[in-house]
């Protein structure tokens, strides 16, 4: 994240050692305690005869030997790519100090070295690497009597590790480490590779006596503050507490907020018990913090640590402006009518205003707004530099936007930068110039041939170069081969292949080609000295017995290989080994170990990558009895149900809990149920930790049925889980379904019609009746009257009243289990028989007198017609004097009487009104199927074809179907004399 780099470097570059640039490849001589740190003045006064000058990158410190006494001053390395190391000769370097005596703030640093290393002692830390500082190597040297840690890689980007293999901790079982909880040397942080160890002292490097036990010591290693710094806004703590002493402690850890004046306005404790080098994560959040503007401060503190952070609140400000620069990444087009477009900007640097939440903001360029918006540069590409200035939103959304200025833009940067190339040559051994031709292609302009030692050229950055080197040269009579090329850039690469490419995307770009003295052939010889095991990881220890070093800078190619029971498992990767070098290591991969026990064979370099002057003694065997494995152990604890008291025919759902008793975690698993030993329903499961239990239940809903019951749980039931004990897995509950009590049924009565006239027929109809948990038998009514029916079993009675008067009529209802339900009731209203207001027929209307239609008569006349063929128009004369009707349907209908006629005969109308008072003729046209003689009216016929016969009529019929007003249809019976 480069802005952060920015801000961190505007604070570290202060304490420089007041370094000033040299030529390459010097060695600057160290005499004194002041040639370690800065003067007083701010200058270096370095003594000897590079006096009045500092390291640059590929220099080295050579420090005489002696003891330099810091006190409570601090070494700071800044400059990159140097080495630090103990002049040859007798006696030894020691530095001494009591805070912190050494800390590096840039990479490709180099600490001591075989044969001379550098002891560091007696400080409160050591060795502090800081930030996102790669590639530090610490080697060879002693690292002894550091009251708080030898190395400190606490603040080191998560990412990164530093090398501090192969050195003296001041004791043989190494440095104090959670991941080495035997070790009695000086301890050591996370991202510290240590091993392996050298288990006695070198160069007469001092001991240290074992630390005492029990000592807890918890420091806050990790602390940062966010959230909405404004009236109303919330401030969330994450932090990092780690127990940096020798024994397990429980403390109280307090979080609290203070205003303007150091009152206490929020405040919130945690206790916490933490393992040797353990460590917690905490998360702390305070909502509606901040009642006012102002200065507030958040303090983190434990018995032995504290921190703090100072934030400014503002008033309810929510944008400021911003300028900035940085690298577009990538362009979204808003998705639908309104939404915002933005670019997404990578921040490098900030000319002006507030520092950003975050390292890449969105640059809003539009959004659906009234407000006016600033310029955008239609030339951006992906990967462009740009500049930006624009509001910027320090709240929720933390994003820059054009908006609201006409001033505001987002503009592409032309870069016309150039990069220098400097190339060498040098020796490894002496780091003495070589004189050696070094092929450039493509040659700065105005530059041709072949370039030599310490030659520099300009090219426009982000040119690709290529370098070829010969591979090998003369020197004094002496052959030099070719070991590698080295760029002292970014990249910090090595490259071990004569020719090379390289981007030129810095200011400057160091290439050097790398010669050694061709000697004798000597060889290496790996063997495996023991293999052994710890639990469930597998140890060897291998050593090079060979006369050469076993040395490569392909780490994937040197690799040892375990075979168990004759398959290959695993494969590691062992650091490069000097003549007599022996190295302890491990196989990342577990041991799933086959009882009782399993043959173990480890391979040195097991792909040939050397050659070894003894190729057949790589191998080696032990017999491993397999160790006692710590396994999860699942019982089911607890089986119940819902509901509990179960009844037949109860849906049922079973629940139960499940336990991890065992001493390890266990992986996802599934829960079966059994019912009367039959399986039911799975239920699945996620990991369960060691001594946590879990509550579940099976979907399935089980109808209960009588009797008696058992019910079973088994947990993993597929064996899935590998544990201690296989046989406790099951759970058993009994119970008995009782007999559920029968339920009465409903009675439910409705009448049609409800009110009505003497002599009228009341329907009453108890269909809705039910019964619950069976069904209704029979149906006894009671007409409110004194009358009433026996048992029936048809659900629908009529009914004629003959006094006026209102009654209630109810129905009682019995069901298959002889319950009997006396039910509803309705209220009916019977009516004394109406006056007729209009003169004429009276009509009934599905049994009931209707007191405005009438019908005068009705009259026919005969149509002749052919054979087969009767037409008939029958006139009708309705004289409607009481309401107007809607006549819908007419029907005629009768028998002729005469052999072979048999069919009846009908026609529907189109419907039409009729209005009060009016005369209106219906005619009716009937047609015959067979050969038919009169009309089903039965009056007589005045007029026949010849050859028909007279005839008689059975009594005829016409049906009208009228309607009034909005009541539904109603059908009339009439015959000629008038309607019924």
């Known amino acids: 994240m480069r802005f952060k780099s920015i801000i961190i470097l505007s604070f570290i570059l202060i304490p420089l050692l007041g370094f000033i640039f040299v030529a390459q490849g010097r060695e600057i001589r160290v005499t004194t305690v002041d040639d370690l740190i800065r003067g007083a003045a701010g200058q270096s006064i370095l003594s ?96 002894v009597s550091n009251s708080r840690f030898g190395v400190d890689a606490n603040t080191l980007s998560p990412e990164l590790i530093v090398d501090a293999s ?44 074992e630390p005492p036990n029990g000592e807890p010591f918890f420091s806050i290693v990790e602390f940062s503050v966010s959230g909405t710094f404004e009236v109303g806004g919330s401030v969330s703590v994450l932090a990092v507490v780690q127990n940096q002493g020798t024994g397990v402690g429980t403390q109280t850890i307090h979080c609290l907020i203070r205003d303007m004046t150091g009152t206490v306005i929020r405040s919130e404790s945690r206790t916490s018990t933490i393992p040797t080098a353990g460590s917690e994560r905490l998360s702390l959040t305070f909502f509606d913090a901040f009642s006012s503007p102002g200065t507030y401060t958040i303090e983190l503190s434990t018995e032995d640590d504290s921190k703090s952070a100072t934030i400014t609140v503002a008033g309810g400000e929510q ?63 992906a990967g462009d530099k740009v500049e930006v200035y624009g509001r910027y939103e320090a709240g929720v959304e933390c994003a820059v936007r054009l908006e609201g200025s006409t001033s505001y833009y987002i503009k592409r940067i032309e870069e016309t930068r150039k990069t220098k190339l400097y190339l060498y040559a040098q020796d490894v051994d002496t780091l003495a110039a070589m004189n050696v031709d070094i092929q450039v292609n493509p040659l700065p302009s105005g530059t041709s041939g072949m370039v030599t030692t310490h030659w520099e050229g300009e090219y426009t950055r982000g040119t690709s170069v290529t370098l070829t080197a010969p591979a090998s040269v003369t020197k004094d009579g ?11 850039n970014h990249a910090q690469r090595d490259f071990s292949e004569r020719t090379i490419t390289v981007t030129l995307d810095t200011d400057i770009l160091d290439a050097t080609a790398w010669y050694k003295p061709k000697a004798e052939e000597k060889k290496p010889d790996l063997i495996i000295e023991d293999i052994w095991n710890e639990g469930t990881k597998i140890y060897y220890r291998i ?37 007599g070098a022996s190295s302890t290591q491990s196989f990342s991969n577990e041991w799933l170990c086959s009882d009782p026990s399993d043959v173990i064979k480890v391979v040195a370099d097991a792909g040939n990558h050397f050659a070894e002057s003894n190729e057949n003694n790589n191998a080696r065997e032990e017999t491993l009895s397999c160790p006692t494995k710590r396994l999860p152990d699942l019982v089911v604890e607890d089986i119940w149900w819902e509901p509990s008291e179960v009844k037949v025919g109860d849906k049922v759902t079973f629940h139960y809990r499940v336990k991890n008793q065992g001493e390890a975690n266990a992986e996802a698993f599934g829960n079966k149920l059994f019912i009367d030993g039959d399986e039911i329903d799975i239920s ?4 369960l930790a060691t001594g946590s239990s879990r509550e579940g239940f099976f979907t399935y809903q089980w109808e209960a049925a009588a009797g008696d019951h058992e019910i079973r749980v088994e947990a993993d039931w597929e064996n899935s889980v590998r544990e201690s004990n296989e046989q406790n897995n099951m759970h058993i509950e009994t119970f008995k379904a009782g007999e559920k009590e029968k339920q009465s049924p409903v009675a439910r009565l409705s009448a ?65 289990d002889d319950l009997v339900d006396m039910g509803d009731s309705v209220v009916i209203t019977v009516e004394a028989t109406p006056p007729r207001p209009c003169e004429g027929v009276r009509v009934l209307f599905d049994g009931m007198p209707r007191r405005d239609f ?57 419907p039409f009104f009729v209005n009060v008072g009016t005369d209106y003729d219906v005619e009716i046209d009937m047609e015959y199927q067979f050969w038919a003689f009169g009309l089903a009216v039965g009056l007589p016929i005045s007029s026949l074809s010849a050859w028909l016969q007279p005839h008689t009529l059975s009594p005829p019929e016409l049906r009208l179907v009228a309607g009034f007003g909005e009541e539904p249809p109603h059908r009339l019976l009439c015959d000629w004399e008038g309607c019924m």
């Open 543 to 579: 050593k090079n017995i060979g006369d050469g070093p076993a040395e490569t800078t392909c780490i994937s190619c040197f690799y040892s290989t375990v075979y168990i029971d004759g398959q290959e498992r695993s494969r590691d990767f062992p650091p490069n080994l000097a003549p």
């Open 854 to 910: 009438y019908i005068n008569k009705i009259i026919a006349e005969p149509i002749i017609g052919g054979f087969g063929v009767d037409k008939v128009r029958v006139d009708a004369r309705v004289n409607p004097q009481c309401g107007e009707i809607l006549v819908i349907e007419a029907i005629a209908s009768g028998l002729v009487g005469i052999k072979a006629i048999r069919q009846a005969a009908y026609v529907i109308l189109q």
């Open 684 to 687: 699945a499961r996620g990991p």
């Open 166 to 209: 192969n050195n003296w901790w001041g004791l043989p079982s190494g440095p104090f480490h959670q991941h080495n909880p035997n070790g009695k040397g000086n301890a050591v942080t996370d991202r510290v590779v240590f091993t392996p160890w050298i288990n006695e002292p070198i160069d007469d490097c001092p001991s240290s006596s």
């Open 319 to 381: 944008y400021q402006e911003i300028k900035f620069t940085g690298k577009a990444l990538r362009y979204q087009q808003g998705t639908m009518p309104g939404a915002p477009s933005y670019w997404a900007v990578d921040v490098d640097q900030v000319i002006s205003g507030p520092r950003p939440c975050s390292d890449s903001l969105p640059v809003i360029t539009y959004q659906a707004t009234s407000e006016v918006w600033g310029y955008v540069d239609p030339n951006i590409q």
């Open 478 to 488: 002496k052959t030099y081969s070719f070991v590698k090329w080295s760029t002292h």
């Open 752 to 816: 049609h019609p409800t009110t009505v006239y003497v002599g009228d027929k009341v329907t009453l109809d108890a269909s809705a009746s039910y019964d619950p948990d069976g069904h209704i038998d029979r149906y006894s009514f009671s007409f409110g009257d004194g009358n009433l029916t026996d048992w029936l079993s048809s659900p629908v009675y009529e009914y004629t009243y003959s006094v006026p008067g209102s009654y209630h009529a109810s129905v009682m209802v019995a069901d298959n």
């Open 48 to 143: 000897g005869p590079d006096a009045g000058v500092t390291p640059a990158s590929g220099d080295a410190l050579i420090i005489a030997q002696g003891t330099y006494y810091l006190g409570s001053r601090t070494v700071r390395i800044t400059v990159p790519n140097i080495a630090i190391r103990s002049t040859d000769g007798p006696g030894k370097t020691i530095i001494r100090g009591s805070s912190l005596i050494m800390e590096i703030l840039a990479g490709g640093i180099t600490i001591g070295g075989f044969p001379k290393g550098i002891t560091i002692a007696d400080g409160d830390i050591g060795i502090k690497i800081s930030g996102g500082v790669p590639n530090v190597r610490i080697e060879g040297s002693c690292i």
